[in-house]
């Protein structure tokens, strides 16, 4: 296949300048992330027709953190979602997500898109507003969204192309408590069931795969078919995903487009090492970008916590991107208080499996910590913490003191390091 001029065509013949910036702060050798470009193990989100910091996801790289944003047709307010997207900028947040549902969508997109950072959306969102419902949805109006989504600069896409009349007649087969819980993985089976046909986006799959060289935007293959309860993981429609996805993923770097995989929902702890090392292999280690994994259902305003602890296990095994849950997912649209928690676990996950993979100078600062920490040096504690203000908000409550306030003047580490420091006759006996 000839491939257009994309990313990784180009990394092909050698170092594109983008890919020589990434590897520079990942502390990667050109050549290899180049090499890892080509061979579709990373991707860079970066649509040219808009200038913004890049973010390498996959391997060799620090795992980074997504955050979903964007308006409800109960909640619609574009100011309050524009301060959130600002909001997770500024805790650590890598890439955002538009998953607006109501309003001007276009004119949302404008305003995010406007900020520092690679955006991704989910087209058939817009699709199923344009055209009244899911059973609506054709294939012209589907893939006229797609373009108008590369052509405004949207950087990735998440195509729930995997969601196939076999993806369904396994979920047929084998019953799920919840069904189906994607919103774009329901619009899909919708549509299959109304029309009787398969979805376009696997139907016309090279004809989309086009569309996304052209602009040089990413593919993120959506995981329509995850498990929504920790009692629906074993079921067989996400298996069945799992294989589609792994077909999807080689024609799209044979296409040359950069391509990511979703998955996998809620699961079990014990299920995360096996699930996601059956994407890698299925997939030839293509970036992994999951929410959660959930690991427990019955924790509805801690859910950022249950996904941290899945990501931080999923990191461990290969997950490479990890997208923020909120404390009020399942409950209600975040608002801004929910997206700073949301942002600061996942990004704690995120370092954990950073440190996991030996990426970048996570083990850097953690040396800086514990050094700061020996020292009692406070200032240095929180230029090393990951959220220096809260930090240092707690241990100022209390006042001006050389150690915590928790162990004061029985502090373990003043202790022996002043022993230790002393002059030998001063601790002999």
């Not at 390498?56 to 909640?75: F, L």
């Not at 060289?213 to 009692?231: C, K, Q, T, W, Y």
């Not at 770097?253 to 292999?281: C, F, S, W």
């Not at 916590?305 to 999923?314: K, L, P, T």
Request: charged share 25%.
């Amino acid at each position: 296949m000839s491939l257009m001029h994309t990313l990784i065509s180009a990394s092909m013949r050698g170092v594109p300048p983008e890919v020589e910036a990434i590897a520079r702060e990942e502390g990667l050798a050109p050549h290899r992330a180049a090499r890892a470009i080509a061979r579709g193990r990373i991707v860079i989100p970066a649509n040219p027709r808009r200038p913004h910091r890049l973010c390498a996801i996959g391997e060799g790289c620090r795992v980074r953190v997504n955050v979903n944003i964007g308006t409800s047709g109960i909640r619609c307010d574009e100011d309050l979602e524009v301060e959130k997207a600002k909001a997770a900028l500024r805790e650590g947040a890598d890439a955002l997500m538009d998953l607006s549902t109501g309003g001007d969508l276009p004119r949302i997109r404008r305003r995010i898109l406007a900020l520092d950072a690679p955006v991704g959306t989910v087209p058939v969102y817009e699709a199923v507003r344009r055209a009244g419902s899911a059973t609506d949805v054709d294939a012209d109006l589907l893939f006229s969204v797609i373009r108008e989504h590369c052509q405004q600069g949207v950087d990735f896409l998440t195509l729930h192309c995997g969601t196939n009349r076999d993806a369904l007649a396994s979920l047929q087969a084998d019953p799920r408590t919840m069904g189906v819980v994607s919103r774009g993985g329901a619009f899909h089976v919708a549509m299959m069931v109304a029309n009787d046909e398969e979805n376009p986006l696997y139907a016309e799959y090279d004809y989309l795969l086009e569309i996304l060289a052209e602009h040089n935007v990413v593919i993120s293959l959506g995981d329509g078919m995850r498990p929504g309860a920790f009692v629906d993981a074993a079921r067989l429609a996400k298996t069945t995903e799992y294989l589609t996805l792994g077909h999807l993923a080689k024609r799209a770097l044979a296409a040359g487009v950069q391509r990511m995989i979703e998955g996998p929902g809620h699961i079990p702890a014990d299920q995360i090492g096996y699930n996601v090392r059956t994407i890698k292999e299925l997939t030839d280690d293509a970036p992994l970008y999951l929410l959660g994994p959930l690991v427990t259902d019955i924790a509805p305003g801690y859910d950022h916590v249950v996904s941290a602890i899945g990501g931080a296990i999923a990191c461990m095994h290969g997950a490479d991107f990890l997208c923020m849950v909120s404390p009020s997912e399942h409950l209600a649209l975040p608002d801004v208080h929910d997206i700073v928690e949301g942002t600061r676990v996942a990004k704690i996950a995120a370092h954990i499996g950073s440190l996991s993979r030996a990426a970048g100078n996570t083990r850097n600062r953690e040396i800086r910590m514990a050094e700061a920490r020996r020292n009692l040096d406070w200032e240095k504690q929180f230029e090393a913490a990951l959220f220096p203000g809260e930090a240092r908000r707690i241990h100022e409550r209390d006042g001006e003191i050389e150690t915590c306030s928790m162990c004061g003047d029985l502090c373990a580490v003043k202790m022996v390091r002043d022993i230790l420091n002393a002059p030998k006759e001063q601790v002999e006996p």
